[in-house]
């Protein structure tokens, strides 16, 4: 069971981004997938997830927004996307999947998403 | 500032025994299961403990994971080398309706 994010991306503040991140070796739709946050030196923060299957998702209020949460079974990937970058936006993102429901633990983890906005 | 609360930093020799402690409210901790995660740059962060003390395959009984109130603890026995990083505490908080993490904490093994 493997979560393949994609590679790091640099932007500039107001612009726009996708990220995403792909499962491979279990049965994507029925499991919550989420994002976490981790700037430059600083702890994790839960962003925000989402149940493929029926596209139910759940943002904190701190990111709600501000980013967008979606997925497409038919290529088995989860993404995350903003319409308009900020410096603050810079970070480490990690896709995680759910253990269980969308209280359990994070079972797997992607090895995270570089985002650097600088002008 | 984290709504979990753990020490910044603990170091212990190798081989020897290291606690990290996680502290919570009722809203979180008190009424929601609490996991363990070990991070390493560069690496996909690991889940070592989850509903408060069960071990997923794979991770050794070297840790071990208790929740007592509104706080969690775990344990790393026979300290390696490879046990170094930031290890993070988690669950789930009912009143603000999200997911939560403690700060961190960074784990030397002198």
């Known amino acids: 069971v493997e979560l393949v994010q994609s590679e790091a991306e640099v932007r500039k503040p107001g612009e726009s981004l996708k990220i995403s991140c792909k499962y491979s070796?279990?049965?994507?739709?029925?499991?919550?997938i989420g994002w976490v946050r981790q700037m430059p030196g600083k702890g994790l923060e839960w962003m925000g997830i989402?149940?493929?299957?029926?596209?139910?998702?759940k943002y904190s209020p701190s990111f709600q927004g501000h980013v967008s949460i979606s997925a497409d079974n038919a290529i088995s990937t989860a993404f995350l996307e903003w319409n308009s970058l900020k410096a603050s936006d810079t970070a480490v993102y990690f896709c995680?999947?759910?253990?269980?429901?969308?209280?359990?633990?994070?079972?797997?983890w992607g090895r995270g998403t570089l985002v650097t906005v600088s002008s | 500032q984290s709504v979990l609360t753990q020490p910044p930093s603990v170091s212990a020799a190798p081989g020897q025994k290291v606690t990290i402690s996680c502290s919570g409210t009722t809203s979180n901790i008190g009424n929601n299961f609490v996991s363990w995660y070990h991070l390493l740059p560069g690496a996909a962060p690991k889940l070592l403990i989850y509903d408060d003390y069960e071990r997923p395959s794979g991770i050794p009984d070297r840790f071990s994971g208790s929740k007592s109130g509104t706080s969690a603890t775990l344990g790393i026995t026979g300290l390696q080398t490879g046990d170094e990083g930031d290890y993070y505490c988690a669950t789930w908080d009912d009143s603000l309706s999200v997911g939560v993490f403690g700060g961190g904490t960074k784990l030397a093994v002198l």
């Open positions: 995680v999947r759910h253990k269980a429901n969308w209280k359990s633990s994070f079972d797997v």
């Open positions: 989402i149940f493929p299957r029926d596209s139910d998702t």
């Open positions: 070796g279990y049965i994507f739709p029925i499991y919550w």
